[in-house]
């Protein structure tokens, strides 16, 4: 089955310093991962995605993710963050290529201070 | 997603009332889907519909129905709604890769 794991129930750092934040997956065949975030009292708005091609994909707000198939991981990077990027933040796999349907990780908050 | 739409924003019921609620789009995809969201546990599916005709399980499917009234309304529904059922809802639409979430809504059971 396929899986998705986020390590990090949080992650701080401070404003203007680089951020990652983690993603390990486990799939079948290739896999198609998502990068989601949540901010307060919204829904989930998409970032970014890797199918297939370059293993660094850049998405929304200057967020990108590195997917690299020997680790099995699909990081969320940003090379300087901002207090704005705090949220909740999710890695998702598509479970079927069917179906669409996405397995969530349990999801990572982001803390920028200034 | 502005694109996507969820009534009501936030419900309070108590136990053992039937609830539902809507979700709308205006995307023109043809699958959606609705998700709980409880804490530490990421999302879960609950049911999906690829047409009018087509509506399937999702992993926690139990003690929920859905209804596909049009392309662009899916609606879930708890018949007999309990607390454990208290989440934040979301409903999703999709191509054929990427997901576009509502702004969710907030369930509290009594």
């Known amino acids: 089955a396929q899986s998705v794991a986020q390590p990090e129930d949080q992650v701080n750092v401070a404003e203007g310093n680089p951020l990652t934040v983690k993603c390990t997956y486990s799939v079948s065949g290739n896999p198609y991962l998502f990068w989601y975030v949540q901010y307060p009292n919204r829904g989930l708005q998409f970032l970014l995605k890797?199918?297939?091609?370059?293993?660094l994909v850049k998405g929304s707000y200057g967020f990108e993710a590195e997917f690299n198939k020997s680790q099995t991981s699909f990081h969320l990077k940003k090379p300087s963050a901002l207090v704005s990027d705090s949220a909740l933040y999710f890695c998702a796999v598509r479970d079927d290529r069917n179906t669409g349907k996405l397995i969530f990780g349990q999801g990572t908050t982001l803390q920028v201070k200034p | 997603d502005a694109d996507v739409t969820q009534t009501p924003r936030n419900r309070i019921t108590k136990t053992g009332k039937r609830i539902m609620l809507e979700c709308s789009q205006t995307?023109?995809?043809?699958?959606m889907y609705w998700y709980r969201q409880d804490p530490g546990l990421g999302l879960r599916l609950i049911y999906y519909s690829f047409d009018v005709k087509d509506i399937n399980k999702g992993e926690i499917s139990d003690g929920y129905s859905v209804s596909r009234q049009a392309q662009a309304k899916f609606s879930l529904s708890l018949e007999s709604a309990i607390p454990n059922q208290t989440a934040l809802y979301f409903c999703?639409?999709?191509?054929?890769?990427?997901?576009?979430f509502g702004p969710g809504t907030r369930l509290t059971v009594l």
């Open positions: 995307k023109g995809h043809d699958r």
């Open positions: 999703a639409t999709s191509n054929s890769h990427t997901q576009y």
């Open positions: 890797y199918i297939t091609g370059d293993n």
